[in-house]
């Protein structure tokens, strides 16, 4: 009876494994996410219904007391919008390159898949306001890695870890402190998405790629098309100065260099994948900006409603 009991119990725990790694490997053929109980990712639908709910049921108060009417107006116009792009997600997707796990907001320019150096500089002022503090930013990422100081999270499917300064529209004190002029400096910045507080989109960190990262057929999507994410390579080390070792690939052709003193940015609702070629770590400076289409009211509104608090 008792060897019977144990066979029973090795069974169970056979299968829950099976169906685990069937789920895994469905995901990570198909997925916005490398992990098929992440919590983002399960909670992507539920996210978006919780918002759809608030908004429908006019609980969301985007404007103070004391505004004018036409700022309720201005609000209520805002509020059917978004709402509209949340209700019709699933087909908004179905008819376009990006595929957000979370948002898509119709109307922005489907151009900006990816933003080289030169052109980034003319299109956002807050890439020639890093570049310029290059040698602090580098100095200041070298001394964190001497200390080995701070909490990285370690993301072993995509083979990087991440040193968040800001997470989610968070910021993790902890880390701000220990990059202090990084942390002043990405207050100066007037597209950078954690200038509206607390928004769910908002990450600000330290991407460090894990040496032999190979091409795959394996894509990754963000979570809106809302915002570009910029990467500024700090310590970026080359395999072979004639050869482009390290780099992203947006939209599944275009490769970005990942270089020191270098900036590339890209939408990552669209398919893209980052590549390191070599036997040494790669560390970037990774910032979420704003789609440059989106007005200044509009960046606020989607702020509150997509709210830091949505991803506890």
Known sequence: ??????????????????????????????????????????????????????????DFNSYRVGETKESKEEAERLNTLVLTNLLEH??????????????????????????????????????????????????????????????????PINKRSLFYLYENGTENELNCKLMPQTFELLQTLPNAIISNADCLFANVM??????????????EYGVTNCRIRCHLGLQCIAQDSDNKEVYIVANKYKRLPLENNH??????????????????????????LWHPDLSTSMRKHLAKVFHSRLST
């Not at 029973?8 to 992990?35: D, S």
């Not at 179905?94 to 030169?118: D, M």
């Not at 894990?210 to 091409?215: A, E, G, K, Q, V």
């Open 206 to 219: 330290i991407t460090c790629l894990d040496p032999m990262i190979l091409p795959s057929d394996t894509q």
């Open 263 to 288: 900036m590339v940015a890209y939408n990552d609702s669209a398919a893209h994948q980052y590549v390191n070629n070599t036997n040494y770590k790669q560390y970037i400076l990774t910032v979420d």
């Open 1 to 58: 009876m008792r060897e019977q009991v144990w066979f029973f119990r090795l069974f169970i725990v056979f299968v829950i494994i099976c169906v685990y790694r069937v789920l895994l490997q469905y995901v990570l053929k198909y997925r916005h996410c490398p992990n098929p109980f992440c919590s983002k990712c399960l909670g992507s639908g539920t996210m978006r219904e919780r918002v759809i709910r608030i908004l429908e049921g006019n």
């Open 90 to 155: 699933k087909r908004l997707l179905s008819k376009n390159i990006e595929k957000p796990t979370i948002y898509y907001h119709r109307g922005l320019s489907s151009t900006l898949y990816y933003i080289e150096h030169a052109n980034l500089l003319k299109t956002y002022r807050d890439c020639a306001i890093l570049l310029d503090k290059y040698d602090m930013l580098r100095q200041e990422l070298i001394i964190l890695l001497q200390q080995n100081n701070g909490k990285w999270k370690i993301d």
